[in-house]
């Protein structure tokens, strides 16, 4: 499972969550660098001490891999080798920090995960009609179709009488979905959609993705064959338009910045590369809602990994932090998940999915408070726990006293009174069109099948919404309440406004409303699953009030950002 959130409009119960980087399978001894029999050929990133790609390059080239590309500012080249032994010799190399392997270049299977040529059909069908749709968006101040369906803007107060009366967001306010894209042609996104500041850092790979929709294996920058990305932005950015919904911030500037595969892995690279132009364009918030594949937790020398991935995690660490403080010095603040695997990640816990690809060579390994989820325990960066619609921690939710900075809405479909599911418990945003058709949530009619799937009709424009719900879900709700407190406090920049990181946190920190840990501190958490099976797991809250491991500084809330009043 890759990113952090639970697909509940595809009835999946497990959480999801992270990023891809293919590895050597841990029952695998390293090869020596004198080895040179070939394999598949493989992407790497090779590190060197920050600022310029000399080292690195002569590394690759000693070792007989080749460059392919460079980032100078975060000091590191994409290389490609197909020697057995081309990793353990990078790594042995004294001028660089170390090769992670990034991708595996391989074949297509035989099973195909879907149609690439109807995929591209429906994208063009529901393309059309979110274009048509844009008409009059944002000339109503009125309350949106399914507001009543979205208690999570009520738990933050950004309501029409809350945060939208004083502060909706600025246009010249830039905020990045750093995920598996974005739909810019839904009716409810496209309105405050950037095409031409938006990117793609990713190719699809078909042995993950299935077949390429387009020739060239590289999605349109507007495109989002996943769901994820496109839910998030909504939960950000969905306008005033008097259609659907409406996001935390709904006048901003939304920018997609993919980094995800359609498959929901996401790559080293493309994670810095994100990072990287956010910083270069002047955006001014980024979210972040995964994990870079494929170690759930890096650690640095975890005695159940060889030497090969241990140096695999220390370079991911390096390189994402070394991206983070590229971000935030050009202006970003990175907003992220904390994770759905109900961890204390102050203490020693299990491990069982990483890495978790290739498959089949995950293994078990005991980590502790020095393992690392990356990008949500990078330094510089908001991490989010998750809570549902009675303010509880979400029973899923990842947390830890002095990791959790502060906690969201992301919807928990068991906090409810009899403790079974619930999907209106979750979080309700856009869903693409052309995956509400090709994964059968909506008939040939345009009608719903699935229960989490939501329709909305203004005139002859239809837009399709999905429960949803994980740490993926809450990060967003942070993330659009720090671009209210730039769009307030910001002054006129290069990029439209601006605000400088520290201070846009410090505001987002300081305007949460505190909440207490329960009483008593443990939590039984007791899920009567769909099958009838009653699931129950615990966690437990340290801190006071004002900072502690569920909460953080508390739940993040819109109109005390921007007004300075509860």
């Known amino acids: 499972m890759r990113q952090l959130g639970v697909y509940l409009a595809t009835a999946i119960t497990a959480v999801a969550g992270t990023a891809l980087v293919a590895t050597t ?50 000091g590191y080249v994409v290389a490609r080798s197909d020697q057995a032994g081309f990793q353990s010799a990078v790594n042995a190399d004294k001028s660089v920090l170390g090769a992670a392997p990034n991708q595996v270049i391989g074949r297509a299977p035989e099973t195909k995960k879907a149609d690439a040529a109807q995929i591209e059909v429906l994208r063009k069908q529901a393309g059309a009609q979110g274009a048509a749709s844009t008409k009059g968006a944002g000339k109503t101040s009125s309350s949106e179709p399914l507001a009543d369906l979205q208690w999570d803007m009520k738990q933050i107060d ?5 945060s939208y009366a004083k502060q909706k967001g600025s246009k010249k306010v830039l905020v990045g979905i750093i995920d598996t894209g974005v739909d810019g042609s839904h009716p409810d996104i496209a309105p405050n959609f950037s095409k031409k500041l938006s990117r793609n850092f990713v190719t699809d790979i078909p042995d993950i993705d299935g077949p390429c929709e387009v020739a060239s294996c590289k999605d349109p920058a507007d495109v989002d064959d996943d ?41 080293l690279q493309a994670t810095l590369d994100a990072l990287t132009y956010a910083g270069d364009i002047g955006v001014d918030v980024v979210n ?7 170690w759930l937790y890096n650690c640095t020398n975890n005695p159940a990994d060889t030497p090969e991935q241990q140096k695999q995690q ?81 029973y899923y939710s990842s947390y830890g006293l002095g990791v959790s900075d502060v906690a969201a809405p992301g919807g928990d479909t068991y906090d409810t009174a009899d403790q079974q599911r619930d999907f209106g418990a979750g979080i309700l945003a856009a869903y693409p069109k052309h995956l509400a058709e090709l994964n059968g949530d909506i008939d040939e009619n345009g009608e719903p099948t699935n229960p989490a799937v939501v329709k909305s ?110």
């Not at 060197?48 to 590394?59: F, P, S, V, W, Y």
């Not at 946190?505 to 939590?523: D, G, I, M, Q």
């Open 158 to 162: 950004a309501t029409k009488k809350g």
């Open 227 to 267: 769901g994820h990305g496109t839910h998030v932005a909504s939960t950000i950015g969905s306008p005033v338009n008097g259609i659907g919904i409406a996001g935390v911030a709904p006048d901003v500037t939304l920018v997609n910045i993919r980094a995800g595969q359609d498959s929901g892995y996401f790559f």
């Open 457 to 566: 009709t203004k005139g002859k424009t239809v837009a399709y919404y999905q429960y949803l719900q994980g740490t993926s879900m809450a990060s967003p709700h942070a993330a659009g309440v720090a671009a209210l407190v730039v769009s307030e406090y910001g002054k006129k920049d290069k990029s439209g406004l601006g605000l400088s990181p520290a201070k846009t946190e410090a505001k987002l920190l300081n305007s949460a409303k505190e909440k207490a840990c329960p009483t008593p501190r443990t939590v039984t958490y007791t899920r009567i699953l769909p099958t009838g099976v009653v699931s129950t797991s615990q966690s437990t809250c340290e801190g006071p009030k004002k900072n502690n491991g569920f909460y953080g500084n508390g739940i993040v809330n819109a109109k005390a950002a921007v007004t300075g009043k509860l």
């Open 314 to 394: 220390q370079v991911t660490r390096t390189a994402v932090q070394r991206a983070v403080d590229y971000a935030r010095g050009k202006g970003v603040l990175p907003v992220a998940a904390e994770g759905n695997e109900n961890h204390d990640l102050t203490k020693s816990r299990q491990d069982t999915t990483s890495p978790n690809y290739p498959e089949g060579v995950a293994h078990e390994r005991t980590v502790d408070a020095s393992c690392l989820n990356v990008p949500a325990q990078s330094k510089g960066v908001v991490t989010v726990t998750s809570t549902g619609q009675s303010e509880r921690k979400a």
């Open 288 to 294: 972040m809602s995964y994990y870079v594949d494929p």
């Open 25 to 74: 399978p841990a029952s695998a001894a390293p090869a020596p660098a004198a080895v040179t029999q070939k394999t598949t050929a493989s992407d790497y990133i090779v590190l060197q001490e920050a600022g310029g790609t000399l080292a690195a390059k002569a590394a690759v080239q000693k070792a007989g891999g080749t460059v392919l590309a460079e980032n100078a500012a975060l």
